[in-house]
């Protein structure tokens, strides 16, 4: 019978192997949402600190990769949540006649009841696909005005790139991920 020690390293070396292997895929995807260096690399360090305390409580994973991926995905999920800074309170949209759409109210409530709960967990990884999908530099003009609230003026000082660009790289974005996301929000409207 192994004894505490040898489990423990056994343990060490099978967090070690995952953190080398992963770290610059696990990073890459991390970065794709979250703009910020800092933000990134806390999710980074979340993540493998998960990885620690699932080893330590003794929790078999089997698909060590796919776990990291999950809570990775997870984590950024939560910043987003917690992102809900004032642009977020903005008009995202409009209908077409003229009342203003907040990016809030697309989302159903979560503290309402699981049902809600499922859908807007539903619309989220909905949406964290939609906006995967969408060309680089629209995709990074959106989290970074949408998600991280950086105004068109510090995004233009930033980049170099005037705000009229910013401004129609997110117009873009967002009516791509309308129509990617319409036939969805209907569904659960009803």
């Known amino acids: 019978m192994p004894s505490d020690s040898t489990t423990i390293t056994e343990q060490d070396r099978r967090i ?52 990291l991926f999950r809570v990775a995905r997870n984590r950024i999920v ?41 859908a807007r967990n539903l619309l989220l990884d909905a949406l964290e696909e939609a906006i995967e999908e969408l060309p680089a530099t629209q995709r990074q003009v959106f989290l970074a005005h949408e998600i991280e609230g950086i105004s068109f003026k510090q995004l233009s000082a930033e980049t170099g790139l005037s705000i009229n660009t910013l401004l129609s790289r997110k117009h873009y974005a967002v009516l791509q991920l309308r ?12």
């Open 78 to 118: 939560d910043l987003f949540r917690r992102s809900r800074s004032s642009s977020l309170h903005e008009t995202a949209t409009s209908y077409d006649d003229g009342e203003p759409l907040l990016l809030e109210d697309l989302l159903p409530s979560g503290d309402v009841g699981p049902e809600e709960a499922y």
């Open 16 to 67: 070690s192997e995952a953190i080398e292997r992963d770290r610059p895929r696990l990073r890459s995807f991390i970065r794709r949402y979250v703009t910020d260096n800092g933000e990134a690399e806390d999710i980074l360090q979340d993540v493998f600190y998960e990885l620690v305390e699932a080893y330590r409580m003794m929790k078999p994973i089997q698909h060590v990769t796919a776990w």
């Open 179 to 190: 129509r990617r996301l319409q036939s969805i929000y209907e569904d659960i409207a009803r």
